[in-house]
């Protein structure tokens, strides 16, 4: 059973930090590509950001780009997003995906259920 479990959620002020990380198992995911969705209240689930399998190519969404870094380890499963210089409008919940894709944005095979951020401002 495949499975991605994300972890690192929480509540933190305005201009700080917080690292999500996502562990996955059932399956080897050291060549797919991983990233990171988020939707926040009433809000439309959107793309944050996916790493490829190399660990050197990856995108971002516009409005973390220069605040949040995504990063892999293949030896552990594990996908991580580094966010820093967090906003209010940050505020979501954000899952972890992963899957053989062409196109960085999706779509993604493989969901987790999600984690919490919280920015308080």
């Known amino acids: 059973q495949v499975r991605l479990v994300e972890s690192g959620g929480g509540l933190v002020q305005a201009g700080g930090s917080l690292r999500l ?7 080897t995911f050291s060549s797919s590509t ?3 969705f ?10 944050v950001a996916a ?9 971002y969404a516009d409005s973390v780009k220069g605040r949040f870094t995504i990063s892999r380890d293949n030896a552990k499963n594990t996908v991580y997003l580094q966010m820093n210089s967090l906003k209010a409008e ?4 954000y ?22 951020v919280t920015v308080s401002s």
Not at 38 to 47: H, I, L, S
Not at 95 to 116: H, I, K, M
């Open 51 to 59: 790493v490829r399998q190399s660990g050197v190519i990856t995108s």
């Open 21 to 27: 990380s996502c562990a996955a198992s059932g399956r």
């Open 95 to 116: 899952y972890c995906v992963a899957g053989w894709v062409r196109d960085l944005r999706g779509p993604y095979d493989y969901w987790g259920q999600g984690t919490q």
């Open 38 to 47: 988020r939707q926040a209240p009433g809000k439309e689930r959107e793309f």
């Open 90 to 93: 940050d505020t979501a919940v």
């Open 34 to 36: 991983m990233g990171w």
